[in-house]
């Protein structure tokens, strides 16, 4: 009896380790990664900002402006390790109804390392020609402190997103990323403009122009989980005349994630990490402890004790006998 229950208890052990052992490096990998059902939508506000009202071609100084960014996730397009989500953000002056702006984008990525590849419909502003590259609307998982290309729809190409610290984020230790575009020329058509509203005065009539785009982003990343917790963007928008002098600003804009979108990411971002934490420590650590408590059990009870038993009980059945 005490054979079998050493036998019993060692292979319960072995296969605890094992199963331990499969969970961390294993199931781990494949369990923690961009899920492909998202939904999320962040707020970011700005104070004081100014912009082009297209409708009575005026210049709006002093406006309060929200960027809503809407993220839903597209099941039965994700596949094999890619996940595909679908993003718009709007960005409008909300005291006066007035749309500024409208962005599209479609990706799809690895769902850990949030590099970006060109299948599933993957477009911005509708157009599938658009090459994406880099990481986009998700970050790696295992983020760590350096250099990455962050892709920005208004340019249509990635830019380095650089590591420049730590902070805290209400109370949360964050990975700060900043992301800084040069004035960019962008590839949209534009209509021409009035040359009074390029301040070349009122005799000029339609002036062909460039739309330029620039911006400083602010990323402050969770390195538990690679999901970004806080964000702050700095943008200029301007048209300028294709030849000669000529400039109209379209949007001068400093926008900060709303105090409510933050917390909501961190909490989320928390939850993660807790998820994340029992996969890949506290149920391998049990299972590992577990094991050796079990193989060690096993071991004591089966071995050498019964062998050496034989011997003595066979060497009386001999004395007996004679």
């Known amino acids: 009896m005490r054979h079998v229950l050493g036998t019993v208890l060692t292979g319960v052990g072995a296969f605890v380790l094992v199963i331990g052992f499969l969970i961390r490096f294993y199931a781990a990998p494949r369990l923690i ?6 939904y999320q939508v962040t707020r970011l506000r700005a ?6 009202d297209a409708k009575s071609l ?21 596949h094999d390790g890619v996940a595909v989500w679908d993003s718009v953000t709007t960005v409008q002056d909300v005291a006066r109804g007035y749309l500024i702006d409208i962005r599209t984008q479609r990706v799809a990525f690895d769902r850990r390392s949030g590099r970006l590849t ?7 502003q509708g157009d599938v020609t658009a090459r994406q590259d880099g990481i986009g609307l998700f970050w790696p998982v295992d983020v760590t402190r350096r250099t990455y290309q962050l892709y920005d729809v208004q340019t249509r190409r990635a830019w380095p997103v650089v590591f420049q610290g730590e902070e ?4 949360v230790r964050a990975y700060r990323f900043v992301q800084r575009i ?46 970004p917790i806080d964000q702050r963007q700095r943008a200029l928008s301007t048209l300028r005349a294709k030849t000669g002098p000529g400039r109209l600003v379209v949007a001068d804009l400093d926008l900060r994630m709303s105090p409510e979108t933050r917390r909501e990411l961190i909490a989320r971002s928390d939850d993660g990490a ?7 420590t506290a149920v391998p650590l049990a299972c590992g402890i577990a094991g050796l408590v079990a193989l060690a059990a096993g071991l004591a009870a089966s071995p050498r004790g019964g062998r050496r038993a034989r011997p003595r009980r066979e060497a009386e059945r001999a004395a007996v006998a004679t």
């Open 168 to 171: 805290r984020v209400e109370g």
């Open 47 to 52: 104070e004081g900002a100014s912009y082009f």
């Open 274 to 280: 807790e998820k994340i934490r029992l996969v890949e």
């Open 182 to 227: 040069p004035a960019t020329k962008v590839t949209e058509a534009v209509p021409d403009m009035p040359g009074e509203m390029l301040g070349l005065g009122k005799k000029r009539g339609g002036v062909p122009v460039d739309r330029y785009y620039e911006a400083e982003a602010t990323y402050w990343v969770d390195p538990r989980t690679g999901a």
């Open 118 to 124: 060109s299948c599933c419909g993957a477009a911005v």
């Open 58 to 78: 005026r210049l709006r100084k002093g406006a309060t402006i929200t960027a809503t960014n809407t993220v839903r996730g597209d099941v039965l397009a994700s």
């Open 33 to 38: 990664m961009a899920p492909t059902d998202a």
